[in-house]
């Protein structure tokens, strides 16, 4: 989508999505920072940060999903807290009044969506995702640049935004209660419980009470989400509806991100991230169920 006159100086959206072409438009502008925060699953046997020094969006700085996750927490991709993560987001070069666009190389959002839920629940507002990612933008024969960027390191004031996190305890209740509507994103057979987790240790399966959609099922063939229509039909196929208050759930807390973007999208609010997501849920002994 392009951007709209009035819109010029800041980020164009469909939502917060961010087009292209906008972005091909905009490239070098001084107060636009461009992070590439991809992250695969342990059992893809794809390395994010060689992708990224082989090849990414000029100007692109490497956003490391993992050093931006609490490295205290047994838990993978929890988020660390506003301090060190506006610590790790101001070395990459972004501050309060950045604008920031943010892509990976799945083809799906699996990774980006996540970065651009943390630095909005730290408050910062002028973030998007680039529609289609870095498989769009290399399909319809962008530039791009091998080795890494300088990022000039810049203070980043934030205040978290507790109510985007639910907790496990908060989960749990809501399944109980029906306060909330719990929706896993992982693969269906991950859900349904006849394929492995990618974490050793972690049985397949879902929480009693959840319902399954995709992540994968919110996009296009090219990779840009769904029109808001077929966005809707999705959803209420799943069981899902928009206009009440979701849980987003997946493995880690990553590709969850990628639903709450798409409610984004919809102008919906009042939805939450399970941050501790399947792996935190299963690995402590909470109920576990197989099927569909």
Not at 75 to 86: I, K, L, Q, R, S
Not at 97 to 122: F, K, P
Not at 164 to 175: G, M, N, P, Q, Y
Request: aromatic share 8%; proline share 8%; charged share 20%.
């Amino acid at each position: 989508m392009t951007a709209r006159p009035t819109e010029s100086a800041g980020i164009p959206a469909r939502g917060p999505l961010v087009s292209s072409d906008w972005l091909a438009a905009h490239l070098g502008e001084a107060d636009l920072a461009i992070l590439d925060a991809s992250w695969y699953l342990p059992t893809s046997g794809r390395d994010a940060a060689a992708e990224y020094r082989e090849c990414h969006i000029p100007g692109a700085v490497f956003f490391d999903l993992d050093r931006a996750s609490d490295p205290e927490s047994r838990w993978p991709h929890m988020f660390p807290g506003a301090e060190p993560f506006a610590r790790y987001v101001g070395s990459l070069g972004v501050g309060p009044a950045t604008r920031v666009v943010v892509y990976d190389g799945s083809g799906a959002n699996l990774s980006a969506a996540r970065a651009w839920w943390m630095l909005r629940t730290v408050g910062h507002g002028e973030a998007g995702v680039l529609d289609g990612g870095f498989v769009k933008w290399r399909a319809e024969g962008r530039a791009t640049r091998a080795g890494t960027e300088p990022a000039s390191a810049t203070d980043f004031p934030a205040s978290r935004r507790t109510p985007e996190i639910a907790t496990r305890d908060e989960v749990r209740d809501a399944l109980a209660a029906g306060q909330a509507q719990v929706v896993d994103v992982r693969a269906a057979d991950r859900f349904r419980g006849i394929a492995p987790e990618p974490r050793p240790g972690i049985p397949s399966g879902h929480m009693p009470g959840s319902v399954n959609l995709p992540y994968t099922e919110l996009h296009s063939a090219d990779g840009t989400l769904l029109g808001p229509a077929e966005l809707q039909r999705r959803l209420l196929a799943a069981g899902v509806d928009p206009g009440r208050p979701v849980i987003a759930t997946c493995g880690s807390g990553t590709s969850a991100c990628a639903l709450l973007l798409a409610l984004a999208v919809l102008g919906t609010g009042g939805h939450r991230l399970y941050d501790g997501a399947w792996t935190e849920w299963a690995g402590s002994g909470m109920p576990v169920e197989a099927g569909p």
